[in-house]
């Protein structure tokens, strides 16, 4: 019989149509330490707990809007009706304002509900996300509202009349800031990423173009992909393309500048952020993430 005394809470926020189906992400804090809600952009509230691996719905309640009250109160509601108000000690999120505003927040009308403070963890993603777009913006000054990064078009336009296999790779570079040791425990951690089944999509690509960086790909087994999309809300572009035009930076016309700051960008990718990426989905191994991305 499934108990929920000593579960893991986790509580939802998802986007999508206001009418979705529920579903969820798996929890690793250990039984009895509190609950954990999570909500990011809503519409539809996804609500349930853990017990070592097994799993509960507690509800989904559908919202009338996207504002951090509306979110809070569907929250709230479904602790009470599940006697689970005191359960609930981790709220994690990600950055928008419905979630994280100081007056108008979820996060501030839950504490305020609870009558107490809980433990604020937003999403680590978020959090390194602007750790390189900082980095991106003061090696290459490319500071824009616009939704897309017009340095990154250079490629796409470029794309079809490059020579693919006639690129240039950045170990002479890494080679006189690292060790050969450095170099090679890089390597590896790189390449043991790749047999991650899981790791899928922009973060393959990702990986795949830290070993072409290094100059590990002498086989040619890594095919550098084509252009896709370029905004600022696809999270690992500004990486992906750093890698990409420097790769390509003898068939396209770069200042000085950028080839310096795409340089340096790429540097700080392989040598400091790529590893504290990968891992930063780890809830459990965070400060110790943030503090060897900090040391580094």
């Not at 809503?42 to 996207?66: I, R």
């Not at 994280?100 to 680590?124: H, S, V, W």
């Not at 790429?266 to 590893?275: E, H, M, R």
Request: proline share 3%; hydrophobic share 35%; charged share 25%.
């Amino acid at each position: 019989m499934f108990s929920i005394e000593d579960c893991i809470i986790q509580l939802a926020f998802t986007p999508g149509s206001r009418s979705s189906a529920l579903s969820t992400t798996n929890c690793e804090e250990k039984k009895g330490e509190g609950g954990r809600v999570h909500f990011t952009n809503p519409y539809v509230n996804k609500t349930s707990v853990y017990k070592g691996n097994k799993e509960k719905l507690l509800g989904v309640p559908k919202l009338e809007n996207s504002s951090g009250k509306e979110q809070a109160m569907a929250v709230w509601n479904v602790l009470k009706d599940w006697g689970l108000e005191d359960k609930a000690q981790i709220l994690c999120s990600d950055s928008t304002s419905s979630n994280k505003g100081r007056i108008n927040g979820a996060i501030t009308f839950l504490e305020l509900y609870a009558d107490r403070e809980m433990t604020y963890f937003p999403c680590r993603y978020h959090i390194y996300e602007l750790v390189l777009r900082s980095v991106f913006e003061y090696e290459l000054n490319e500071v824009t509202s616009s939704p897309d990064v017009a340095f990154f078009k250079k490629i796409r336009e470029k794309w079809n009349n490059l020579e693919k296999e006639n690129y240039m790779d950045g170990y002479k570079y890494l080679n006189a800031i690292c060790s050969e040791s450095e170099i090679l425990r890089n390597v590896n951690y790189l390449s043991n990423a790749l047999k991650n089944k899981n790791l899928k999509n922009d973060y393959q690509e990702l990986v795949e173009l830290c070993i072409v960086f290094i100059g590990r790909n002498s086989d040619s087994t890594i095919k550098i992909r084509p252009p896709g999309a370029l905004h600022h809300a696809r999270w690992m572009a500004k990486a992906i393309y750093s890698f990409k035009i420097f790769l390509f930076s003898q068939q396209l016309s770069l200042k000085m500048s950028e080839l310096n700051g795409l340089k340096n960008s790429c540097l700080f990718l392989v040598t400091v952020y790529v590893k504290s990426w990968l891992e930063s989905s780890s809830a459990i191994g965070a400060p110790l993430n943030d503090l060897m991305l900090l040391k580094s």
